[in-house]
């Protein structure tokens, strides 16, 4: 099962969804957490400590899109926009729509755009909202329990979208994401935060400029020269 199979049908009842933006953020994630525990993976968001050390890293200045894999009811989607630059952009993706409803009717910001659907489908994603690359992903999704293949999936089409430079930025309660990752990042740093229910263990795989090879590097001079 991958890409927008994964989308938990249709959009909740309408009642339901009063309830749910009665119950404040914790509610409903804890709503969705009952709802579908699998996919959710944990009862309560990430601490302002998680936050802080997982956006450390991120080179503000330079950030055009950033795009979040399961943000939930927003804990990450405040503190990027808090650090986001004027001109860029926050795309964030769920399969439970519960969630992105929530997202759509608390968040009035135009820099952000709340999308149903799954973390493998993001390369598609990103086009259709009219950008060619994104600078940082962050993931806050449960890799160890994601149906089979779905997490090869979505670390590939992750890689893929990255312009060079940026980061895939992943937290999770086990070290497990980090193998996912390592299968397309060559350099992965790693930390710890223990101010989190439960405890995590977040990982930054960076996509470095391709090396150039010989064959590449005698070629461009050539390339110059027949421009000129
Ligand atoms: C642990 S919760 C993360 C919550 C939030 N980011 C936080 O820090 O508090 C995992 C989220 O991943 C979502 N999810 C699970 N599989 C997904 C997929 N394939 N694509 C996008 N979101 C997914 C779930 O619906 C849930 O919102």
Redesign the pocket.
């Known amino acids: 099962m991958t890409g927008t199979d994964?989308?938990?049908g249709t959009a909740a009842p309408k009642a339901k969804r009063g309830l749910a933006a009665k119950l404040g953020p914790w509610g409903v994630?804890f709503r969705?957490?009952v709802e579908?525990p699998v996919?959710?993976?944990?009862i309560?968001?990430?601490s302002r400590f998680?936050?802080e050390k997982m956006l450390g890293p991120v080179d503000w200045d330079r950030c055009r899109l950033f795009v979040?894999?399961?943000?939930?009811?927003?804990?990450?989607c405040q503190p990027v926009l808090d650090r986001l630059r004027p001109d860029g952009a926050l795309i964030v993706?769920?399969?439970?729509p519960l969630?992105i409803d929530y997202l759509k009717r608390t968040i009035a910001d135009p820099r952000f755009t709340a999308v149903l659907?799954?973390?493998?489908d993001v390369e598609k994603i990103v086009h259709e909202n009219g950008h060619d690359g994104a600078d940082y992903v962050?993931s806050?999704?449960?890799f160890s329990t994601?149906p089979d293949g779905?997490g090869p999936a979505?670390v590939d089409g992750t890689y893929d979208i990255l312009r060079e430079g940026g980061a895939f930025l992943v937290?999770q309660f086990s070290a497990k994401a980090r193998d996912f990752m390592a299968r397309r990042f060559k350099r992965i740093s790693s930390g710890f935060e223990a101010l989190n229910v439960l405890p995590c263990r977040l990982f930054w795989g960076w996509k470095d400029a391709e090396p150039v090879s010989a064959a590449q590097a005698e070629e461009a001079p050539a390339k110059v020269a027949a421009v000129g």
């Open positions: 994964l989308a938990q994630f969705g957490f579908h996919m959710v993976g944990s309560i968001p990430s998680t936050i979040e894999y399961g943000p939930g009811v927003g804990t990450f993706i769920d399969t439970n969630y659907g799954s973390a493998a962050l806050g999704l449960p994601l779905v979505i937290y």
